[in-house]
């Protein structure tokens, strides 16, 4: 090679970066150019050379990068092939660049830098220690050379335990010899990086003064940043006598920068990272110096300087650290302060929980969020919650919380100094708003745990905060409400006090009830906090629902001053009724709605938790209800049936069968009559006649205000709702005794149980027909001539609400909207309410008649053939967001509350063709997906919106997950793991939460139900083949679900039969399969492995086909196989442990296990193993482990 060929390909490389890097070039251009460089890296034989020349300090920055990632290129693909003498030779030159190839620190790129330390990390990963024993004496000879030197030294060192410890980027092998070896340098290296803090940060003090040494302090200042950063690297996995070495000179020094401006963060950060050590209590006692005078001194300045600068973001990130800090001071302590162990509360606790007191007082809602955990930990520690000291904390920090309840600091708005810290941390109101909520609940439980050690200050603060708040003046601010004028909006600051004050009074009274015995409780004080609550009058809704709060709050007061509840139940109704404008004709907001409905499930509170204080009051319950009632337009029909249900729950208690089902025939009593007319038969039974009767085939020309059919609407809406009402409260005495005297016992199972029988029963089943003729007809809306029939205004009456479309995909309501705004701002919406509810709620009476009316119902005459003619017909219109409540709110109940004898008779004939169908349907869906996003290349014009797509995908995804926990539910038995149900309304983020070593539960065994379904041949395939399809549905949540309960359980059932050779196959080529669509996925990807494992090693035996499908595993090792089935299938050897069968079992299936689109087409990184450094006989460690026999001839490699 000649100097003449170097040149000249540096100059083309050169000008090809030039233009890859100049905004002006056409793309054509820069791909060509790309093209050139790339080839280079790849092919050109005198890479080394020509990477030199271009590193040259004379070069452009950009060119010098490109030379020296030409370097690291090499290095990380070709050393394996390289003569021994080049290597020296690259090894040589790099060094040479550190000690002499680069501009001063102030003055060299920060790229540049990295890329020069990353290329000797990737020397020293492949190299040390065995054949370049001196690297780290070559480190330090370079680093006294000058600042500029030691810096990139400290870089080495960071690269190089990051890509060993943190990130384990290395073959084990490998690995291990690095790690062992910093380990056993460990005491040199962290002497190292002290000295260098120690002796840069004592330089520039001196020189910062000083204008004319300005650059000197500053060079020294970034070797000071240098090497935090790099104990930052090395604090969080060396062993704690390193940190703790010298009398904790580390921690000591650390506390001593926390005052210096230019170093404090870092400082701070290593501080954090050292004090959030775990490991033996023994190791982590010294950490307790930090609980000293000097360095809680340091602390505390620190905290005070910075905070008083103002708000300037540096000293913020700063401020957020040594909060941080003292957060996991207070958790070494609550972890070290165990009863029986030597240490002691601090001497300075006291100084510590006042200055973890200023973060909660700070304006910043961040910084006072985080330190309630702690809070947390110190009240319900078994030692310091004795202590006088934290006891004396607890009335400052209830005082804190007051303030901190009060939700004030949107980053749009100027109102509080909290918004100014609102803007650095969060994006918008929505945002900020999801961070008050959470943490408003987190104050709640700490609030409690501090009540629990001091319940009547507690109460005492919420009654003087109580009484304030009702004599204040109103302020509804700048913002007047739509609702009216001069009401409250949610940012009013009269409304956020109330709000405040209404969560504070409700934590902290419920924590007392609990905590005093009933005769310390102060009930007369109580009571007059309940008078003064009682005989508060305001007409503005939002402040009216926090009185509501307030009322139940304190109605526990009422069981012992039982003449109160009159009193109480006035104001209740009095609230069911509230207008903020009587009689008008304007759509109600959310803010009056929301005010009805709050009274109406304070009601229902009541009469649920304190049925027997209420019952004396029935009559009067009662004819209040009747009197509401008799109006058919004052309450909407959701009110009317809160309280009739209000009413049921208190008939419970009469404990008298006949009694209490002739109080429901008259309750039911107009339902009855509206429910059986003829007309109303017809309308249910005729989906023509039903859209014409709820309006839906109208065409409306003021959708605001007109709307005709709505009475006709609310009377089928109140029916519905009634019957939902009673079916869900109406029940028998718990007790057997009293059950069997009020007449409910019917007689006992053959298994001893007893059968009850529920006095609604009779008139629910008179209702039963209608209900399935309005399902049937509600179903079959859906067909293509019926939805041709609704009228202009509603031709969308049958799609989505957009709360709910919002809810699916994950997006935030805007703020004001959900107050201010009517709840339905059309006909059309109120429309699409009225469908979404109805259909809900008839599905809903349906999944309660089980539990509520049991055998009464089980045994109506051909259950199963009129559930499979009204609920389960024209599923295939009905689209998929009406198809997943139906599974979950009907069938999952239906089927988990009936007794085993009806398994034969109802639900085998019901799940068998639905199991089916539902497989058919998901299958459609997922190929659909699949299809889509491989079409997303050629990107077709297509009319379907991007967002409709992911909504349509979320809720193909979230069906799955409902059918596989369907399915789940009715097969499996999980001994002793709590099912964990998809009720959530969006289950969108539990991806992230997905376990990484997945062992399924061994005790997963199939239910009663599991079995007769697997009895069944075409229920047994449907099922089977659901199951082990959905391993490659891309749902990964699904997936892991389905592989870890359902999978292996049903399988086994199947095992002791004949099952055909391609059966078996296609079981275990669907989890290669579902390997391949989420092996990216650690926790899928153990799971699948593992399911793969199980039947490989119970079929393989039986099946020699298993190996044919094993052949065809990309890259499968043939000899690695045979080993492997040959261990398998020859009894006699000794079984290897489990753990390194599945592991050989894992090697050999790689080829299947998808990688992550990033990783996809990364060209391989081969690192070779170096001679092993311990012999099978360890020695000592103070031998030098580089003088090791095998290493002779070897460590004279890389001699400097």
């Known amino acids: 090679m000649s100097a003449e060929q170097v040149s000249s390909l540096c100059e083309q490389l050169v000008k090809a970066v030039t233009v890859i890097m100049d905004p002006a070039s056409t793309q054509r251009y820069r791909l060509e150019a790309l093209k050139f460089c790339e080839e280079f890296k790849e092919k050109c034989p005198i890479c080394v050379p020509c990477g030199l020349k271009l590193a040259e300090k004379t070069q452009t920055a950009i060119v010098r990068h490109f030379g020296m990632q030409i370097l690291e290129h090499v290095v990380k693909f070709r050393w394996n092939n390289m003569p021994r003498l080049e290597k020296v030779y690259l090894k040589n030159n790099v060094m040479g660049l550190i000690s002499s190839g680069t501009q001063s620190i102030l003055e060299e790129e920060s790229h540049i830098k990295d890329v020069l330390s990353r290329i000797v990390v990737e020397m020293i990963k492949r190299e040390w220690p065995q054949h370049w024993p001196d690297m780290l004496k070559e480190l330090d000879t370079l680093s006294k050379q000058g600042e500029t030197q030691t810096e990139l030294v400290m870089f080495i060192l960071l690269r190089l335990a990051e890509d060993v410890v943190t990130f384990q980027t290395l073959p084990t092998q490998r690995r291990r010899d690095i790690q062992q070896t910093l380990t056993q340098n460990m005491e040199k290296i962290f002497c190292f990086l002290l000295t260098t803090l120690q002796q840069n940060v004592n330089k520039y003090r001196r020189m910062k003064t000083d204008l004319a040494q300005e650059p000197k302090a500053q060079a020294n200042c970034r070797v000071g940043i240098a090497a935090l950063n790099t104990l930052a690297g090395y604090i969080d996995w060396v062993a704690l006598s390193h940190i703790t070495a010298d009398n904790c000179k580390l921690l000591e020094m650390l506390c001593l920068l926390l005052n210096e401006p230019e170093l404090q963060i870092g400082a701070a950060e290593c501080l954090l990272i050292a004090v959030s050590r775990k490991g033996k209590l023994e190791d982590r006692k010294p950490l307790m110096v930090l609980f000293g005078d000097v360095a809680m001194h340091y602390i505390l300045s620190a905290a005070q300087t910075a905070d008083g600068e103002g708000l300037v973001e540096k000293h913020y990130v700063f401020l957020k650290r040594l909060c941080q800090v003292l957060c996991a001071l207070g958790s070494q302590l609550c972890a070290l302060l165990v009863s029986d162990s030597d240490v002691e509360t601090p001497a300075n606790f006291g100084k510590y929980l006042d200055s973890f007191l200023a973060f909660t007082t700070h304006p910043s809602q961040f910084l006072r969020?985080?330190?309630?955990?702690?809070?947390?930990?110190?009240?319900?520690?078994?030692?310091?919650?004795?202590?006088?000291?934290?006891?004396?904390?607890?009335?400052?920090?209830?005082?804190?919380?007051?303030?901190?309840?009060?939700?004030?600091?949107?980053?749009?708005?100027?109102?509080?100094?909290?918004?100014?810290?609102?803007?650095?941390?969060?994006?918008?109101?929505?945002?900020?708003?999801?961070?008050?909520?959470?943490?408003?609940?987190?104050?709640?439980?700490?609030?409690?745990?501090?009540?629990?050690?001091?319940?009547?200050?507690?109460f005492q603060m919420a009654g003087e905060w109580l009484k304030y708040q009702l004599t204040a003046p109103v302020d509804t601010g700048p913002m007047n409400s739509k609702t009216g004028e001069g009401l409250c909006s949610i940012f009013s600051p009269s409304f956020v006090q109330w709000d405040a004050m209404t969560f504070f009074?409700?934590?902290?009274?419920?924590?007392?009830?609990?905590?005093?015995?009933?005769?310390?409780?102060?009930?007369?004080?109580?009571?007059?906090?309940?008078?003064?609550?009682?005989?508060?009058?305001?007409?503005?809704?939002?402040?009216?629902?926090?009185?509501?709060?307030?009322v139940s709050a304190l109605f526990p007061f009422v069981t012992y001053r039982p003449e109160y509840l009159p009193q109480v139940l006035s104001k209740l109704f009095a609230s069911v009724t509230f207008e903020v404008i009587e009689e008008s004709?304007?759509?109600?907001?959310?803010?009056?709605?929301?005010?009805?409905?709050?009274?109406?499930?304070?009601?229902?509170?009541?009469?649920?938790?304190?049925?027997?204080?209420?019952?004396?009051?029935?009559?009067?319950?009662?004819?209040?209800?009747?009197?509401?009632?008799?109006?058919?337009?004052?309450?909407?029909?959701?009110?009317?049936?809160?309280?009739?249900?209000?009413?049921?729950?208190?008939?419970?208690?009469?404990?008298?069968?006949?009694?209490?089902?002739?109080?429901?025939?008259?309750?039911?009593?107009?339902?009855?009559?509206l429910w059986l007319s003829p007309e109303m038969q017809r309308v249910l039974s005729d989906p023509e006649a039903f859209i014409s009767y709820v309006g839906a085939d109208n065409k409306i020309a003021d959708p605001v205000l007109e709307d005709p059919s709505g009475l006709n609407r609310s009377r089928i809406s109140f029916c519905v709702?009634?019957?939902?009402?009673?079916?869900?409260?109406?029940?028998?005495?718990?007790?057997?005794?009293?059950?069997?005297?009020?007449?409910?016992?019917?007689?006992y199972m053959p298994s001893g149980s007893p059968i009850y029988r529920n006095p609604c029963t009779e008139q629910v089943l008179k209702l039963f027909d209608n209900l399935l003729a309005l399902i049937r007809t509600h179903n079959n809306l859906y067909m293509p001539e019926m939805v041709a029939r609704l009228g202009e205004t509603f031709a969308k009456a049958l799609d989505m609400l957009e709360v709910e479309k919002n809810a699916i995909l994950g997006l935030p309501q805007p703020l004001l909207e959900l107050y201010d705004s009517p709840v339905y701002k059309t006909v059309l919406e109120r429309m699409q309410g009225f469908f979404c509810t109805l259909y809900d709620n008839c599905f809903h009476i349906l999944g309660n008649a089980g539990p509520s009316m049991q055998q009464d119902f089980y045994t109506v005459e051909g259950l199963a053939t009129q559930l499979l003619s009204t609920a389960f017909i024209n599923l295939n219109n009905i689209p998929d967001y009406r198809l997943r409540p139906m599974l979950r709110v009907f069938v999952k109940p239906l089927v988990l509350s009936c007794p085993s004898e009806h398994y034969e008779t109802l639900v085998c004939p019901m799940l068998g063709p639905l199991f089916t169908y539902l497989h058919m349907r998901l299958s459609q869906k997922w190929q659909v997906i699949n299809q889509r996003s491989m079409l997303c290349e050629d990107d077709a014009a297509d009319d379907n919106p991007e967002s409709q797509e992911m909504l349509e995908e979320q809720l193909v995804r979230l069906l799955t997950r409902e059918v596989m926990d369907l399915i789940t539910v009715c097969c499996v038995s999980k001994k002793g793991v709590e099912h964990n149900t998809t009720a959530a309304a969006v289950d969108g983020d539990d991806d992230e939460a997905m376990a990484t070593e997945v062992t399924p539960p061994a005790s997963a065994e199939l239910t009663e139900l599991g079995k007769?379904?697997?009895?069944?041949?075409?229920?047994?395939?449907?099922?089977?083949?659901?199951?082990?399809?959905?391993?490659?549905?891309?749902?990964?949540?699904?997936?892991?679900?389905?592989?870890?309960?359902?999978?292996?359980?049903?399988?086994?059932?199947?095992?002791?039969?004949?099952?055909?050779?391609?059966a078996v196959s296609w079981f275990f080529t669907s989890v290669l399969k579902g390997l391949q669509t989420h092996g990216q996925h650690d926790g899928c990807m153990a799971a699948l492995v593992h399911l793969a494992f199980q039947i490989y090693e119970a079929l393989r035996p039986r099946y020699a086909e298993l190996k044919a499908v094993m052949e065809q595993v990309p890259g499968i090792q043939r000899d690695s196989l045979e080993q492997f089935d040959s261990k398998l299938l020859n009894p006699t050897l000794q079984k290897v442990a489990d753990k390194r069968r599945k592991d050989h079992f894992k090697r050999l299936i790689t080829g299947c296990i998808g990688k992550p689109l990033g990783e996809q087409f990364r060209k391989e990184v081969h690192i070779r193993n170096l001679p092993s450094l311990f012999k099978k006989v360890k020695p000592s460690l103070e031998t030098d482990v580089l003088e090791n026999e095998d290493g002779e001839g070897l460590t004279a490699l890389f001699e400097p």
């Open 505 to 550: 009074s409700e934590s902290v009274i419920s924590q007392m009830f609990r905590t005093l015995d009933k005769d310390e409780i102060p009930v007369n004080d109580g009571i007059d906090l309940l008078q003064l609550v009682l005989n508060f009058e305001t007409k503005d809704p939002l402040i009216l629902s926090c009185v509501l709060t307030n």
């Open 721 to 747: 709702y009634t019957i939902l009402g009673v079916v869900k409260r109406a029940r028998w005495p718990a007790a057997t005794e009293e059950a069997k005297a009020g007449g409910f016992l019917v007689g």
């Open 1012 to 1062: 007769c379904l697997m009895k069944q041949e075409d229920v047994c395939t449907a099922l089977l083949i659901t199951a082990y399809t959905s391993l490659s549905w891309k749902d990964t949540l699904s997936c892991q679900r389905t592989t870890t309960q359902l999978c292996w359980p049903l399988l086994k059932q199947v095992l002791p039969g004949n099952l055909l050779p391609d």
């Open 369 to 458: 969020s985080s330190t309630q955990i702690t809070w947390g930990a110190l009240f319900r520690h078994e030692v310091l919650s004795r202590d006088p000291l934290l006891l004396a904390m607890i009335p400052k920090y209830l005082r804190a919380s007051m303030t901190n309840l009060v939700k004030v600091g949107f980053p749009s708005k100027t109102d509080s100094p909290s918004c100014e810290y609102s803007r650095f941390d969060f994006d918008s109101d929505e945002d900020f708003n999801a961070f008050f909520n959470s943490f408003r609940a987190q104050q709640g439980e700490v609030m409690r745990m501090a009540c629990r050690l001091d319940p009547r200050t507690g």
């Open 585 to 673: 004709k304007a759509p109600r907001t959310r803010a009056v709605k929301n005010v009805r409905r709050h009274a109406c499930s304070s009601i229902i509170k009541m009469c649920r938790d304190y049925p027997q204080l209420v019952l004396p009051n029935f009559e009067m319950l009662y004819n209040h209800v009747k009197q509401l009632l008799s109006n058919e337009l004052l309450l909407t029909q959701m009110e009317k049936c809160a309280l009739m249900e209000a009413l049921v729950l208190i008939s419970n208690q009469f404990k008298d069968y006949e009694r209490q089902k002739v109080f429901l025939e008259e309750l039911m009593a107009p339902v009855a009559g």
